[in-house]
């Protein structure tokens, strides 16, 4: 079946704009999570959801950083008032349940640049 | 506060020969204990995985290694070959989530 899905690949955006970023997981998989990957270094947590509700957003950096995930499928994380430090990749991934379970599946992430 | 430290930063391997990469961490209530490989413009993808009661595992070329009193674990990667080269993060569980050190970038020269 096909992996985790991350749209767009690529975002370019002015500083102070919005930009929402998609997540569709594996289907079945009821663990969704958000990583930020800056150049050169490793996934950084920001978010775990365990079907609809957020179980866990102590990574996110502020409050103009929020993640939604409704149906308990499709994720979208939202930046508001873009800075130039919210330039990365951001990463999804989903599991059938949380690690070590079920492993750690990753989409190909978005590469969000703030200009 | 860096959860698990990783080291080397890069490393540069002949083909065929041994690439060892180590990690370290803190938190003794982590309770596994996995290795991600990532190609450039590719999520990390899982590689092998340990849990603490084990003290080596073993898939095909790839060994992870296990100290717990030393809160140390290392990933070998015997023959290694071009096509190994990649970035390779270690990580840690806690709760319901994987902390990520901050990776290796493995060249495995032909």
């Known amino acids: 079946g096909a992996g985790v899905s991350q749209t767009p690949s690529n975002k370019v955006t002015e500083k102070g704009k919005y930009v929402e970023l998609r997540c569709d997981p594996i289907?079945?998989?009821?663990?969704l999570y958000w990583y930020r990957q800056s150049l050169g270094q490793g996934p950084e947590f920001l978010i775990y959801?365990?079907?609809?509700?957020?179980?866990?957003d102590s990574g996110l950096p502020n409050d103009r950083f929020f993640a939604v995930r409704p149906e308990g499928s499709v994720s979208t994380l939202k930046i508001q008032r873009t800075e130039r430090g919210d330039s990365a990749v951001y990463l999804c991934?989903?599991?059938?349940?949380?690690?070590?379970?079920?492993?750690?599946?990753f989409g190909n992430g978005t590469r969000l640049t703030v200009t | 506060q860096q959860q698990v430290k990783q080291s080397p930063q890069s490393l540069i391997v002949q083909k065929g020969g041994i690439s060892i990469i180590n990690c370290a961490y803190e938190n003794t209530a982590f309770d596994y204990f996995p290795w991600y490989q990532q190609f450039p413009g590719k999520g990390p993808a899982l590689l092998i995985a340990i849990r603490p009661d084990v003290s080596e595992k073993k898939e095909g070329r790839f060994t992870i290694s296990f100290n717990k009193s030393a809160k140390q674990f290392s990933l070998h990667i015997m023959d290694s070959q071009p096509g190994d080269s990649a970035t390779y993060f270690c990580?840690?569980?806690?709760?319901?989530?994987?902390?990520f050190g901050g990776g290796t970038r493995l060249m495995v020269k032909p």
């Open positions: 289907s079945g998989h009821t663990a």
């Open positions: 990580a840690v569980r806690g709760g319901n989530m994987l902390t």
């Open positions: 991934a989903s599991s059938l349940d949380p690690p070590p379970n079920s492993p750690l599946h």
């Open positions: 959801f365990q079907g609809t509700g957020a179980a866990d």
